[in-house]
């Protein structure tokens, strides 16, 4: 079992026991998840992405110039 499992698993035993019986199928064979619950999972990203206007990959962050009082010098000059 891998390290994550073992903190994992009892985890949800204790703080949501409903959850665990599914999650121990899901990964009984694998450590990773299976190829069918990626696609669902990806579909499921991409529609609340879309739903909500985000990207799929990091944007490009150019923050507007400050108009105003120039920034002081952190070193002045003597």
């Not at 698993?9 to 019986?21: I, N, Q, S």
């Not at 299976?34 to 990207?55: C, N, S």
């Not at 490009?60 to 108009?67: G, H, I, S």
């Amino acid at each position: 079992m891998p390290s994550a499992q073992k903190i994992f698993f009892p985890f949800l035993e204790k703080r949501f026991p409903k959850l665990a019986g599914p999650y121990r199928k899901l990964y009984a064979t694998s450590a990773y998840l299976g190829p069918d619950y990626k696609a669902r999972l990806r579909e499921r990203v991409a529609r609340i992405r879309e739903r909500h206007g985000l990207a799929s990959a990091p944007v490009e962050y150019r923050p507007e110039l400050w108009e105003g009082e120039e920034q002081g010098t952190l070193f002045p000059i003597q």
